[in-house]
């Protein structure tokens, strides 16, 4: 068991990088915060490469922890590298999920496209993991998925559930190739999402909070659908609108 | 039109103090910020008390202001009574929505339990919105829809439908007394809710993040409802839940 003492050790300094995400890509770790989370990371296939707690925290009896490597430190080091205004003297620094041999496998998915706020993200992953969702994929645009924010709204689904970033181009022409039904969500050309039934395989695409699905995605999927809109809101929170799509579908 | 320039202006103090519960009870108003929230107030059958503009902003051409009482104020001063980070120079001082009469003619509604979360507010509001529901009541314990983070979340639905204040225990009475069947939602004694069909009118409860919905509510209810889950994740969140179930029910 290892123990920093100073708030200028080199570790903790690496360890607070970690709150960008340029850190997180280059050395495809990221950490998390707090018990529920540290939990779920114990109890699922994530590895962890370190586990920081405050000394005078308390395991709770019920944790494997026995062949992790655990880092004792301070609460000034702890409040150093947290990014919540009250840590509980817990985190841990995992690696991203990076399994793509899996991909043939999995015939429910979700796909993120260009999803901008941490918590549509967070409560999307949380929401394909409660619908029994095979593996989330994620284009490029959207907000990195290891922001802090977004994964405290995955409530821990995040150790749950594949999570890949792709190309959303080149992984509808796999799924297609595979016969999975890709299903984007649209305004236009769109079809009520109720006159669609449920399927055994189907790829789900989710845009933008403001500009929706990428049109040239759009182009290529073998059906658009729309939920619609009884009242006057404009539009339904993206979270919202792929729990109700994938609950329908699944 | 009225010009304010000092910020000392007890008008300012005023409208400050608006970011409070206790005062917005008090007067029975509240503060909305934005170009989209003021444009769906002015469309809207809301009684606007004062329209809040900094003196360089340029209406919208299409808006009609006419009938409304403008109040010009400085830059300083809009910094100082705004609840945003970067102000778009217009406010609103609008007046809650009181017209309790309405109440026999609403067949879909939803009734909110103690939610605490602002922005889970918000959306099942516009959820509800979106989904073409005729009201939505709001028991005690939850966060205040006035507070100006549901304001926001709910996209302007807070214009678009009713939104009372009410005791559930009453309100779950009347209903029953109209025969409209009352779902609370529940993990224990509850049906799995594709196993319930639409119907044509109908009132469901959806509660507290943590707790769910208070057990002596659901006593009350025709029938409590649960989304299974499918995955490994615990729960889903309060609004996506509400979507899933309110795009079902109706």
Not at 126 to 150: F, H, L, P, W
Not at 210 to 225: A, H, I, K, R
Request: net charge negative; glycine share 6%.
């Amino acid at each position: 068991m290892k123990r920093i003492e100073s708030i200028k050790n080199p570790q903790v300094k690496q360890w607070k990088k970690l709150h960008t995400k340029k850190e997180r890509d280059k050395t495809g770790t990221f950490m998390i915060e707090g018990f529920h989370l540290v939990e779920d990371a114990l109890k699922s296939n994530a590895v962890i490469r370190e586990l920081i707690m405050v000394e005078t925290v308390d395991l709770p009896a019920n944790w494997n922890v026995d062949n992790q490597s655990i880092v004792l430190v301070t609460e000034e080091i702890m409040k150093e590298i947290s990014d919540t205004e009250t840590s509980q003297g817990i985190a841990a620094i995992c690696e991203q999920y990076n399994d793509r041999k899996d991909l043939t496998s999995f015939s429910k998915l979700l796909l993120i496209d260009a999803v901008q706020d941490p918590g549509n993200l967070g409560t999307m992953i949380r929401t394909a993991d409660a619908a029994g969702i095979d593996a989330v994929i994620i284009g490029e645009g959207s907000v990195d998925v290891y922001n802090s924010k977004v994964l405290r709204s995955t409530q821990g689904s995040i150790f749950h559930i594949p999570i890949i970033k792709a190309n959303l181009f080149q992984m509808i022409g796999k799924l297609k190739e595979k016969n999975v039904k890709v299903f984007g969500t649209s305004l236009k050309n769109a079809v009520d999402f109720k006159e669609v039934s449920s399927e055994s395989s189907f790829a789900l695409i989710m845009g933008n909070e403001g500009n929706g699905v990428n049109p040239d995605l759009l182009e290529l999927t073998d059906q658009n659908l729309y939920i619609p809109i009884y009242g006057e809101s404009e539009s339904l929170n993206v979270a919202v609108a792929a729990g109700i799509l994938l609950y329908h579908l699944r």
